[in-house]
């Protein structure tokens, strides 16, 4: 498997190649030790890229969206509520949901390095984990959302959640106007990952035509 | 310690910019980097708070010049070499010269089918909280040259304590092999103004996941 990843991009080929070689030196100096099984390295690669993603927070999302009961326990011990859901990967301990309301929108991120809820939205975007977003959450949530074209009202209030520990954060987004009686499947279409992180909204019926 | 990466409040690094339709691996090599870090903490070869600790002693040029995955490359390639799981002449020659150490166990990929799940940290009380929701408390002026996970953009600073999450293995003490340590951990909740100044937007607040050893009391008016 590993002698198919030479990526010669033109100018940057032998920089890329270099930092493959140190990978593949790695890979083959931790099995060889008999640390590590590279079918077990393949297994988290193909966990990662196919079965751990953002429809596992949608489908929560969504759960609270028409079910009240299964909202209030959400936000009560989102850990244990989502325990009681058929995800496609286990959910974490220490996870917690916060709920976006008119008055108050909620955003996370990890100025110390790149914590975040992988159970439920799986691996995070690199803007998540570089220094315009690691620095400018916390000061400046506002110019934050405009990148991402977002604009709240003055008077919403911003929280930034700073995950320095291992509790995890969750948005729940506000659920849109015009999906009354829609299933649980098809609200979860609504809801994207960065809804799910506080840079973005969830989308409305109009979004998805 | 008071590091590159502790980057909360830092100005100059531009705007936020999102890839559209961005892989989760940009190379395979990302993919493997990962799932070695996975596997090798599995194995016991490190705890996660080393790892932070690890990235965050990479010089700071190197760590706001490398791309994600590179500083988990070079942090792996030092860890391994730390923890004496590898020597730097294995990794310059690309194989193992001589016998790996026994590691508590070995991921394989049958586990991994069973489904991948954050860690948990939480630990028996060995004491009761010192704080509650409601508390008033201030962010110690402490300067840790070890690993720590007090942001500098909260230290010396004074805020409200919304949520008590039980005894968490303390990272502190857990990056540099003096044990778990388990402390009470909070969420602490700051008024931006309190944070950024009096002409800062007053419709922002900010908290951070404070252990207690990080938090001291102070009085109702401040």
Request: hydrophobic share 40%; net charge negative.
């Given at each position: ?196 992180i506080g840079t973005g909204l969830a989308k409305s019926p109009a979004d998805l035509d | 310690m008071d590091g590159m990466h502790d980057l909360g409040g830092m100005d100059g690094f531009g705007r936020v910019e999102a890839e559209p339709g961005e892989p989760v691996f940009h190379a395979l ?194």
């Open positions: 498997m590993t002698e198919h990843d030479h990526d010669h991009a033109g100018g940057h080929g032998s920089e890329l190649s270099a930092v493959q070689l140190r990978v593949r030196a790695l890979e083959t100096v931790l099995t060889e030790k008999g640390y590590v099984d590279p079918a077990a390295l393949d297994a988290i690669v193909e966990t990662y890229e196919t079965k751990v993603g953002p429809h596992i927070g949608a489908q929560v999302v969504a759960k609270a969206w028409v079910d009240p009961d299964f909202k209030r326990a959400l936000l009560a011990d989102a850990s244990q509520a989502t325990g009681t859901l058929q995800l496609a990967n286990p959910a974490g301990d220490h996870l917690v949901a916060v709920e976006n309301t008119p008055s108050q929108h909620n955003m996370v991120v990890c100025t110390l390095c790149s914590c975040y809820p992988w159970d439920m939205l799986g691996l995070p975007p690199v803007w998540y984990k570089s220094a315009p977003y690691r620095s400018r959450a916390v000061k400046d949530p506002r110019g934050v959302l405009a990148d991402f074209g977002v604009t709240l009202p003055p008077s919403t209030a911003i929280r930034i959640w700073d995950s320095t520990a291992e509790t995890r954060f969750i948005v729940i987004p506000m659920r849109p106007a015009g999906t009354e009686g829609w299933s649980e499947e098809r609200l979860a279409a609504l809801v994207t990952r960065d809804s799910m | 090599w990302e993919g493997r980097v990962m799932a070695m870090q996975r596997a090798m903490m599995f194995a016991g070869g490190w705890n996660i708070d080393m790892l932070r600790y690890a990235q965050e002693r990479l010089p700071p040029r190197v760590y706001l010049g490398a791309s994600y995955y590179e500083r988990w490359l070079l942090a792996t390639e030092s860890s391994v070499v730390e923890r004496g799981c590898v020597t730097a002449d294995d990794l310059a020659a690309g194989h193992a010269l001589r016998p790996g150490k026994a590691l508590a166990r070995k991921l394989t990929a049958a586990m991994v089918a069973g489904g991948l799940v954050r860690g948990g940290y939480s630990r028996p009380a060995p004491r009761p909280a010192h704080f509650a929701p409601g508390d008033r408390v201030r962010a110690k002026n402490i300067h840790p040259p070890t690993h720590t996970r007090l942001p500098r953009y909260a230290r010396g600073r004074v805020g409200t304590v919304e949520r008590v999450h039980g005894c968490h293995v303390f990272p502190d003490t857990a990056a540099i092999d003096r044990g778990e340590d388990p402390q009470w951990l909070y969420t602490v909740r700051f008024e931006g103004p309190e944070l950024w100044g009096p002409d800062s937007d007053p419709t922002v607040s900010v908290s951070i996941e404070a252990f207690e050893p990080y938090l001291e009391p102070a009085p109702e008016h401040a």
